[in-house]
């Protein structure tokens, strides 16, 4: 049973506009939160990351939100660009800070 | 130069072959790891090494071996290949020190096995 989960495999968004995507998870003892990117033929790439003990966090134009009690986080993409058109994989590290933990990838696309 | 780089890119094979899989990096990092991707369940752990004499199974090791040769290098092999094991395949390395690292990957190798 997938612990991190992408619910979204797709998402289709015009660029200028947000882009807002979406992770759940099950494992109350994950604490420390990743987002990464992946172009095609390319490995993944880190984004952006969250520990627990906040509720955001932002870099310029990425921002991720934690609601730990619906154990819920989002990426939120302002302006999109179609240069962020790619593959995103939200993350999970437990508490031990040994493995991490994939969701299933959702598929961005911005169109211009 | 690519920081952590995978050797085969692409590679073809028949069931019941053995195959290796190899990664190298120059980040000087002394965590390695072995992913493989499969459409719709992300990234999912294979083998990790903390240093040169540490392995660890990871989520789904069975069919997998690795070698963990040198701090720089990771390989990872598949003694009896079987159609199962067709996946995207990803080194990642992190530094050591604090959990919770940062991870890096290579470009990913694509297995496809007959």
């Known amino acids: 049973d997938q612990q991190v989960k992408q619910n979204s495999p797709s998402l289709s968004v015009q660029e200028g506009r947000i882009s807002i995507l979406n992770c759940d998870y099950t494992n109350s003892m994950f604490d420390y939160f990743l987002w990464y990117k992946k172009y095609p033929a390319e490995g993944p790439t880190f984004l952006i990351s969250?520990?627990?003990?906040?509720d955001k966090n932002e870099d310029g134009r990425f921002t991720v939100f934690l609601n730990k009690s619906a154990k819920h986080l989002s990426l939120h993409i302002v302006p999109s660009q179609p240069g962020d058109s790619a593959v995103y994989f939200c993350a999970a590290y437990n508490n031990a800070g040994n493995m991490l933990t994939f969701g299933g990838g959702t598929r961005l696309m911005v169109k211009p | 130069d690519a920081d952590v780089t995978q050797t085969p890119r692409n590679r073809i094979t028949k069931t019941g072959k053995r195959i290796m899989l190899e990664c190298s990096q120059t980040k000087g990092h002394d965590r390695m790891y072995w992913y493989r991707q499969d459409p719709g369940l992300g990234l999912r752990l294979i083998y990790y090494s903390f240093d040169v004499k540490d392995i660890n199974k990871g989520e789904i090791s069975d069919g997998y071996s690795v070698s963990r040769q040198a701090q720089a290098k990771f390989s990872l092999s598949l003694e009896s290949a079987i159609p199962n094991q067709t996946a995207l395949y990803f080194c990642?390395?992190?530094?050591?020190?604090?959990?919770?690292?940062?991870?890096?990957f290579g470009p990913g190798t694509r297995l496809l096995v007959l």
């Open positions: 969250i520990s627990s003990i906040k």
């Open positions: 990642a390395t992190s530094e050591t020190g604090g959990l919770q690292e940062t991870q890096y």
